[in-house]
């Protein structure tokens, strides 16, 4: 199973981020490449503990879909409605520069996967607590889905 983790799977996501220009254009969903971008830099964020996420009220046990969603191999639902902190048209991060926005996306992608990690896993809105394994399998799969919106 792929994870950030693993060196390989990490540079196939950065090579795919190398196809996306402000131009890209999506496949389905709403965002711009721009936008995607940026909510996958504030995914980071939320990972690492540097931008607060409030639990979102779930009516189903979180580890049953915490291990579906990390281990399941089918590919995630588009359209599945993630925190407002994620949303960037609600509380996530507004584009800025774009190759800047790129930038800080591969930096904060090498500083949370960086060893030793400098920082304490927050619990996920949707998953609560995760392992460090969790959490690589889970920023893998969601570069993926982004990258995979905007055919790349």
């Known amino acids: ?3 950030l983790d693993n060196q390989q799977d ?3 996501i950065v090579q795919r981020l ?14 711009s490449a ?10 980071f964020r939320i990972y690492m503990n540097e931008k607060p996420a409030k639990p979102v009220p779930v009516w189903y046990p979180r580890g049953v879909l915490r291990w ?6 089918i590919p995630w ?27 800080q996306l591969h930096a904060l992608m090498a500083r949370c996967t960086a060893q030793p990690r400098d920082f304490e896993w927050q619990p996920h809105p949707h998953f609560g607590q995760m392992s460090t394994k ?7 799969l969601h570069a993926d889905h982004h990258l995979r919106q905007f055919g790349a």
């Open 68 to 73: 579906f969603a990390l281990w399941v191999p």
């Open 34 to 43: 721009h936008q995607m971008i940026c909510h996958l830099n504030d995914g």
């Open 10 to 12: 990490r540079q196939e």
């Open 1 to 3: 199973m792929k994870s």
């Open 134 to 140: 969790e959490w690589m399998r889970l920023a893998y």
């Open 18 to 31: 190398k196809s996306v220009h402000p131009g890209s254009q999506r496949v389905w969903g709403r965002m």
């Open 77 to 103: 639902p588009r359209g599945f409605k993630g925190p407002p902190e994620l949303d960037q048209q609600i509380g996530g991060t507004p584009p800025a520069e774009f190759q800047s926005d790129m930038r």
